[in-house]
């Protein structure tokens, strides 16, 4: 079994991807009172060293590279993570990233926040289905498909427990390595994430073989969209206020950008954890609330 996108969908691979470490630009410091975002942005691109950082991860294999890879030690065995669906089912877990910054810094802190979620699954028993989007198309990973069930069974619980933290931190670099991979458009946002959660769940479950039971979504993003006038969060000259935030939201579900995650747990990670400032982060913080009140019942 091989790690590599699955190009079916989108024609590329992560291999055939620019591995920049180029930020999405967000918004400016206030402005007076109103603490207004400023619109002159541009965005940061990292120096030489950080470069070259990035091109030695990709001409690593799975297990300390990139996917689709199959240098050294070779791509990710995920199937050595993986048991047989019971036929009661098993719950998905839906990690959805939205790639503002793909240095390595970033990759670790959205590997850290994952990581409680991915050893929950491989206790438990969930299939694991990923989309990341950097503002551009949609890339998914095979490793993390939504098609096999993964988890870690032993005999001996302390052999269980040791071995499924090795599987965790596996599994938790390799979802390093697809943010670093991922390439940064200048503008973009997490509206196309968000709207596709129900296609997603929708195509998990029409796989053969699967029976999701409970859904579970985490979201990776700082809620600062960019760039684009038609995109319901676009910040951009956004006022740091909860009205502002209101409207934004009400705007994304009337004009079905964003729809009701239905019975789905919505959890937001990323939010505040960046180099946004106050203005920024008291936006982002407004906007979360407000998509929690429409997106699902049971969101944080």
């Not at 975002?37 to 297990?63: E, K, P, S, W």
């Not at 070779?74 to 993986?82: A, H, R």
């Not at 001996?156 to 979802?175: I, P, Q």
Request: hydrophobic letters at 35%.
């Amino acid at each position: 079994m091989t790690c590599d996108v699955e190009a079916a969908r989108n024609g590329r691979r992560w291999t055939d991807r620019a591995r920049t470490a180029l930020a999405r630009p967000r918004g400016g410091r206030g402005t007076g009172p109103e603490r207004r975002f400023g619109t002159d942005r541009r965005a940061r691109v990292a120096g030489v060293a950080a470069a070259a950082m990035l091109a030695t991860t990709a001409l690593a294999g799975c297990n300390g590279g990139l996917l689709g890879t199959a240098k050294a030690s070779g791509p990710l065995d995920c199937g050595k993570y993986e048991e047989k669906t019971p036929e009661s089912g098993a719950p998905l877990l839906l990690v959805l990233l939205d790639v503002s910054d793909n240095s390595p810094a970033t990759a670790q802190r959205v590997e850290a926040r994952l990581q409680p979620y991915l050893d929950t699954a491989l206790k438990d028993g969930s299939f694991i289905r990923l989309v990341a989007s950097g503002g551009g198309p949609m890339t998914y990973s095979d490793c993390f498909h939504g098609d096999r069930m993964f988890e870690i069974k032993r005999n001996n619980s302390r052999r269980a427990e040791k071995d499924r933290t090795a599987a965790a931190k596996a599994l938790g670099t390799e979802v390093s390595h697809i943010v670093q991979a991922e390439k940064v458009n200048p503008a973009g946002s997490v509206t196309g994430l968000l709207g596709g959660i129900n296609d997603e769940v929708t195509s998990a479950r029409s796989t053969p073989g699967v029976k999701v039971t409970d859904v579970t979504v985490l979201v990776w993003t700082d809620l600062l969209g960019t760039g684009q006038d038609a995109d319901c969060l676009n910040t951009e000259g956004k006022t740091a206020s909860p009205s502002i935030a209101e409207g934004l939201v009400k705007r994304c579900f009337e004009t079905g950008q964003i729809a009701s995650a239905g019975a789905a747990k919505v959890r937001f990670l990323g939010v505040n954890e960046g180099t946004a400032d106050r203005p920024q982060q008291e936006l982002a913080r407004y906007l979360r609330a407000e998509l929690c009140r429409r997106i699902s019942s049971d969101c944080s």
